[in-house]
């Protein structure tokens, strides 16, 4: 039996994409696998990264250390996702040294040493610290061949494996909105610092609004109100701090006819993944997107802009909503007319996935 243990990061969005999603359909399979998620809850505060915790905060340290010893005992494989501080790698590389049949695969989904122009953390230590994570491992699992060519010079030879972001069927629930609206409802859902690519979008839709009233432009943010976005009356705008439990049908509720992906075109966006196609898909919601990486390879129907000008996006916006008022006066119930939701589920399949990561864990473990 392939023994799995999988040790998350802070970040929740990334954990449920990346780590809960996998191990969820790994016991779903019923093969000759045990997986378990290890939070450290019972030790530590949620708020509270464990990896800077590791060493030299008393009983805290003692309590994770004891915990990582026992598991370095019993799992095959333990999968850590990005570690940034060096408490965390420092204790790993002892515990490596006493138990050196046991895998490490690093599990990483952004760029390393790339932020967004907003983001308010810039490079520093912590991005050191996700180099060495990624070079002392065994192996690395990310979440686009893009990330896994440009971790390269870091990780030299050692296997890596592309896992891409999957809708997990039972994990992903959701009630059909019933609201009904006359006017195309057009959204943008993103994390905070990311104004930049927010922008992009506003100053599209901007002049749209001014000259269409049937239209608006509903906006949920993980951070605060950009300074640039002014208050306008076919604008929603409203800071959100959902948890992934609510996701999905928060997603739902907002009753959009188009969802929009726009990307400055960066090395941490190329880096990103196509995750709000499959977000979006699974709602049968179309999606209008940046020509970046992530979004210019995706295997399914989606909308892609020439280019990431005003006068662009202007035209592409245009030419969709004319589309989207014809199907409405048509009062077709499913006037997004696209196989949407089975192209996500087909194209990026997470039974086929999870099947390959375990080939991928099982492969690592016997190349001894």
């Not at 802070?10 to 359909?25: C, D, F, M, S």
């Amino acid at each position: 039996m392939l023994k799995v243990l999988y040790v998350p990061s802070l970040n929740k969005g990334v954990v449920y994409w990346r780590i809960e999603a996998y191990a969820q359909q790994m016991v779903k399979l019923k093969e000759d696998v045990a997986v378990n998620v290890e939070y450290f809850r019972d030790i530590i505060d949620i708020n509270v990264a464990w990896d800077d915790a590791a060493i030299g905060k008393g009983k805290i340290s003692q309590k994770i250390q004891e915990k990582m010893k026992n598991a370095f005992k019993f799992f095959d494989v333990i999968i850590f996702q990005r570690i940034q501080n060096m408490p965390a790698l420092a204790m790993i590389n002892e515990l490596r040294k006493e138990f050196p049949k046991t895998k490490i695969v690093a599990e990483i989904d952004d760029s390393v040493g790339e932020v967004s122009p907003s983001s308010p953390h810039k490079w520093g230590q912590h991005h050191r610290w996700s180099a060495e994570h990624l070079h002392m491992s065994d192996a690395v699992i990310c979440s686009t061949q893009y990330l896994a060519d440009s971790i390269g010079f870091i990780i030299g030879d050692k296997p890596v494996h592309v896992a891409p972001n999957c809708i997990n069927k039972s994990m992903w629930k959701i009630k059909k909105c019933k609201d009904k609206y006359k006017h195309v409802r057009i959204g943008y859902v993103g994390g905070g610092a990311h104004d930049e690519d927010l922008l992009i979008a506003y100053r599209a839709m901007l002049p749209i609004l001014e000259k269409d009233n049937k239209v608006k432009f509903v906006i949920r943010y993980g951070g605060f109100r950009p300074k640039f976005l002014l208050e306008h009356p076919q604008i929603d705008f409203k800071s959100v701090a959902w948890e992934m439990d609510q996701y999905p049908q928060e997603l739902e509720n907002m009753k959009l006819d188009l969802a929009l992906a726009p990307l400055r075109d960066s090395e941490f966006n190329r880096c990103k993944s196509n995750l709000k196609w499959v977000e979006w898909s699974i709602l049968n919601v179309p999606l209008l997107a940046s020509p970046v990486e992530p979004y210019i390879k995706t295997s399914g129907v989606i909308y892609i802009t020439k280019d990431n000008t005003v006068q662009e996006w202007k035209s592409s916006l245009k030419e969709i909503i004319g589309e989207l008022k014809i199907n409405l006066r048509l009062n077709n119930e499913d006037h997004k007319g696209f196989p949407l939701k089975r192209q996500c589920i087909n194209n990026q399949n997470m039974f086929k996935e999870t099947r390959n990561v375990l080939k991928f864990l099982n492969n690592l473990v016997s190349s001894d």
